[in-house]
Each structure stands twice: as C-alpha cells, then as structure tokens.
T-cell receptor, first 115, second 113 residues
Framework: DAGVTQSPTHLIKTRGQHVTLRCSPI?????VSWYQQVLGQGPQFIFQ???????GRGNFPDRFSARQFPNYSSELNVNALLLGDSALYLC??????????????FGSGTQLSVL | AQTVTQSQPEMSVQEAETVTLSCTYD???????LFWYKQPPSRQMILVIR??????QNATENRFSVNFQKAAKSFSLKISDSQLGDAAMYFC??????????FGKGTRLHILP
C-alpha cells in the first residue's frame, strides 16, 4: 500500500502569488491534517479535515484554506504569498477524527520557497 | 495556554549507548496526550512513542521508552542501544482533549560510530 503522498515535492513562487498543495492519504484513511514547518522549528498545525468537513484549525490567517474531496484527498491553498510562508508543508492522514486516539502517518512534505 | 519546551537543540551519543532527550509540557489541563516523533533527512515524520497523561505506567516501544513525570511536567525519551539509523530530529508534541496541538522546536540527535 502506498503511504501518504504529497505533490509537488518542491515549489518556488513569488510574493503575492497563490499556491495549491496536494495530499493523498493512505487508502482507508478519512482524516487529513496539514502542518507548516519553518526551518529550525517544529511543525505548526494548520487544518484538520475529516469526512470532508473542517474539524480543526490552527492559528493561521484567512489566506490559508483547505478542502477535502470525496476520495479523501486534500488541497491546501495559500493566497497572497508572503516571504514568511516559505516552509515545509506536511500532510498527515489517519483513520479516525480524534487526534489523541489516532496514529498519524505523514508524507514527505512540499518545500515551498517564496521569493 | 500550553507550551512544549525541548531544551537540547543537539545531542550526540556513541553507537550502542543510551541517550535521553528532554521535553517539558506545560498545561493547566489534567488530561492530555504526549508524543515523540522522529524526522530523518527524508523529512517524513514518524511516530516513535505515545503516552496518555492519565496512565501512570511509562510507555515503551522496543528500544524507546519514556519517563513521564506529570507533576514535573517532564516527558523525556530514552533510546537504548543507539543505532546509526536513529540519527534524526526528534520532536515532542502535546495534544489536549480539544485536539489543540503543539510541537517543540526539536532536538537533533547525532549517532557517533
């Protein structure tokens, strides 16, 4: 079985542009979470989606949005990119919703560079 | 508010020796969950071990074990018989009952052959 897959692996954008990152969860997993990891820091929680509905949101501006599709894959969208959005974006999937009871499986991330 | 502090930016250990990574999780809540994750150069976060705050027994997974001292807010990870493949960034994470999530800044572990 394939693990969590993210695309693209690397991306370069300029300030003000928009970006879409994609994530495919492990087959059978219904929850997808997104994290931002700035260089030298731990991951920061952005969103969780379960059964196509937003179930959790971290402290990020409205420029960040996401959605989950009927096949449980997910997209993270960031509008009006800032230099500070440069980071590794990680996606994780799990079978159920509750973060505390579920083992998360992570993808290898998308490295976004904003110039 | 909750905070996670990893006070050791880097650590080194000789292969086959034992090393302990420190983490403190400060929260006003009594019920929460703590996790240690490993992030190798591939960047993929891998769950190492999980501890429920209400359990007095410390979690163990093969060569990995935790020392959870709830009153001291301490959640340290002990790696026994260190192997070259253990070299990675290690992140401590706290999750409360409302699924509010916070990670520490990480500890880079070097394994010396």
């Amino acid at each position: 079985d394939a693990g969590v897959t993210q695309s693209p692996t690397h991306l370069i954008k300029t300030r003000g542009q928009h970006v879409t990152l994609r994530c495919s969860p492990i087959s059978g997993h219904k929850s997808v979470s997104w994290y931002q990891q700035v260089l030298g820091q731990g991951p920061q929680f952005i969103f969780q989606y379960y059964e196509k509905e937003e179930r959790g949101r971290g402290n990020f501006p409205d420029r960040f949005s996401a959605r989950q599709f009927p096949n449980y894959s997910s997209e993270l969208n960031v509008n009006a990119l800032l230099l500070g959005d440069s980071a590794l974006y990680l996606c994780a999937s799990s079978q159920g919703q509750a973060r505390t009871n579920e083992k998360l499986f992570f993808g290898s991330g998308t490295q976004l560079s904003v110039l | 508010a909750q905070t996670v502090t990893q006070s050791q930016p880097e650590m080194s250990v000789q292969e086959a020796e034992t090393v302990t990574l420190s983490c403190t999780y400060d929260t006003s809540e009594s019920d929460y969950y703590l996790f240690w994750y490993k992030q190798p150069p591939s960047r993929q976060m891998i769950l190492v071990i999980r501890q429920e705050a209400y359990k007095q027994q410390n979690a163990t997974e093969n060569r990995f074990s935790v020392n959870f001292q709830k009153a001291a807010k301490s959640f340290s990870l002990k790696i026994s018989d260190s192997q070259l493949g253990d070299a990675a960034m290690y992140f401590c994470e706290g999750v409360n009952r409302d699924d509010k999530i916070i990670f520490g800044k990480g500890t880079r572990l070097h394994i010396l052959p």
